[in-house]
């Protein structure tokens, strides 16, 4: 049992609620970094999205490792542990003298977010009883879904403004803040449990299948389906996958307990619902910012500020929706999300063939409404079915599934555009007329496309041999971001399915006795 707070409750939500923000807003400010850092250190666009994924895969795939540790070593240590990591690497990464330093300091980003991130979850869970648990959490989630909202804003903002690398060096503030309250606001860890191990071959086994996916779903973008590389990495990631789970149902001290998933269908149906939300918050956080800077000429800055479009309804949905699931549980809610997800999906596509901002506006709005209802209700609703004695596990894999899914999300999503838009290209390129792309032209084409993505589309400054393709890599692209944006209706669907088949009504008072 977990000694009270020494400063009341209020105060562990408030340290844990800018912990959470944090970690998110990282992830949705450096979207719209890219295309300065890939300037920077001359690394294109495909291999530029390796800063988002070089976080998002540590931070994925030890998720459950970090959830584990906290139940075995306290949560408040491991919370401490994390928290200083995360600020040593962001100062890392915003200081990296060269793209390979970057990149692995963004692991320990990763790495130390998979430490803390399961941590800010148990501890407000283990700070409020069970009646209010659920509307604490659906604050937090809440908040920190709004700040991550945000991010985009102040990633164009601070990108035009101080450079890049203040978009990463903007942790170490939001760090001393948590820090200072969450010092003496959580309270002393308990003895660490004895007798029991940390699963280090299942860590390594789920992070070697999330790497293989995301790594064959990335690379088939610039290497093709056909490459052995690409084929290697997706087989790896299904042997990897069933290896974990035969490893993990034999295993003493397992790193995620397959059994409580099956015993507790509101957790197996919020883990699913948090994989596809993060598949579609990561995904469209790398999608939209191309729309709106390559296809609707905006600067890096402006599309931040017109991505507001998105949170303002999460600053008014997002503290409703905790109070929602109190009153009715957790079904209605995310069925209610994940619709609005598909409608979304169903408003944005045909608007994004006409590059006007109003058109898109509506469908904005609408995503911003159903992700804050999912992302703020989906960790009361596996947490009140699993004992406190595991809710360090529990919050791990619920946080493995929303950055694991974010990471195949951005790899799937820009995979689904990329291959799109360049089966359309060719035919728009026919169908005008002109001479096929050869190797030379179409790098010549990437190029100026790359480098507007820091400026807005400009066709003045495009070369004269490729400016003559521009209007066919404009519709081959409004195309690509319309099927972009069928594929987040069927995500949508597939939320609401398995919402409405696993998540039942409210848990009845005094279920989940075990706080402990």
């Known amino acids: 049992m977990a000694m009270p707070s020494k400063t009341g409750p209020g105060a562990v939500l ?16 450096v979207p719209l970094a890219l295309p300065a850092i ?3 250190f001359g690394i294109a666009s495909g291999g530029v999205q390796w800063v988002l994924n070089a976080s998002l895969l540590p931070l994925a795939g030890l998720l459950v490792l970090g959830g584990r540790l906290g139940d075995l070593l306290g949560l408040r240590r491991v919370f401490l542990a994390g928290s200083v990591l995360f600020a040593v690497a962001s100062a890392a990464a915003g200081l990296a003298p060269s793209f390979p330093v970057l990149l692995a300091a963004r692991i320990a980003q990763g790495a130390g977010g998979a430490l803390l991130l399961p941590a800010t979850v148990a501890l407000v869970s283990a700070a409020y009883g069970s009646a209010r648990r659920g509307r604490a959490l659906g604050t937090m989630a809440g908040f920190a879904a709004v700040a991550g909202a945000f991010g985009p804003s102040l990633g164009g903002l601070l990108t035009v403004t101080l450079g890049w690398r203040s978009v990463l060096l903007l942790n170490l503030p939001l760090l001393v803040v948590t820090l200072v309250v969450a010092v003496p606001a959580v309270p002393p860890d308990g003895p660490r449990r004895a007798g029991t191990r940390v699963d280090a071959p299942g860590a390594a086994l789920l992070g070697i299948a999330l790497v293989g996916l995301v790594f064959g779903l990335a690379q088939s973008t610039t290497w093709g389906w056909g490459s052995p590389a690409v084929q290697a990495a997706l087989v790896t990631c299904v042997l990897a996958a069933a290896a974990f789970v035969g490893w993990e149902r034999h295993t003493a001290d397992p790193l995620m307990d397959l059994g409580l998933l099956r015993a507790h269908p509101h957790y197996l149906g919020s883990t699913l619902s948090q994989a596809l939300a993060g598949m579609v918050e990561m995904g469209l956080g790398l999608i939209l910012p191309l729309l709106l800077v390559l296809n609707l000429g905006m600067d890096p800055a402006t599309a931040g500020l017109a991505l507001l479009a998105s949170t303002a309804p999460m600053v008014l949905v997002a503290p409703l929706a905790g109070r929602w699931y109190d009153r009715v549980g957790g079904r209605i809610p995310l069925v209610a999300g994940f619709a609005a997800l598909a409608v979304s999906g169903a408003m944005l596509a045909p608007a994004a063939l006409f590059n006007e901002y109003l058109l898109l506006l509506p469908g904005l709005v609408v995503y911003g409404t159903g992700l804050a209802v999912v992302l703020t209700v989906n960790d009361p609703v596996g947490l009140d079915t699993v004992p406190g004695r595991d809710h360090g596990q529990a919050s791990g894999v619920s946080a493995t599934a929303e950055q694991g899914g974010g990471a195949i999300g951005i790899a799937l999503l820009y995979a689904v555009f990329h291959h799109t838009y ?9 169908l005008r007329g002109l001479a096929p792309l050869t190797d030379t032209t179409g790098a010549a084409l990437r190029s100026d496309l790359e480098a507007a993505e820091q400026t807005g589309l400009d066709a003045h400054r495009f070369d004269e041999g490729t400016v003559a393709y521009l209007e066919a890599a404009r519709t081959a692209s409004d195309h690509g971001y319309r099927i972009v944006f069928v594929a987040v209706v069927v ?5 609401m399915v398995t919402s409405a088949l696993l998540v039942r ?3 009845p008072e005094g279920h989940e006795v075990d706080t402990g």
Request: no cysteine.
């Open 505 to 507: 009504g409210p848990v």
């Open 491 to 495: 995500i949508g669907v597939l939320g």
């Open 422 to 430: 360049l089966a359309r290209l060719h035919e728009e390129v026919a």
């Open 38 to 40: 890939g300037q920077e």
């Open 14 to 29: 408030v340290a844990m609620t800018v912990a959470n923000a944090m970690v998110l807003t990282d992830q949705t400010a």
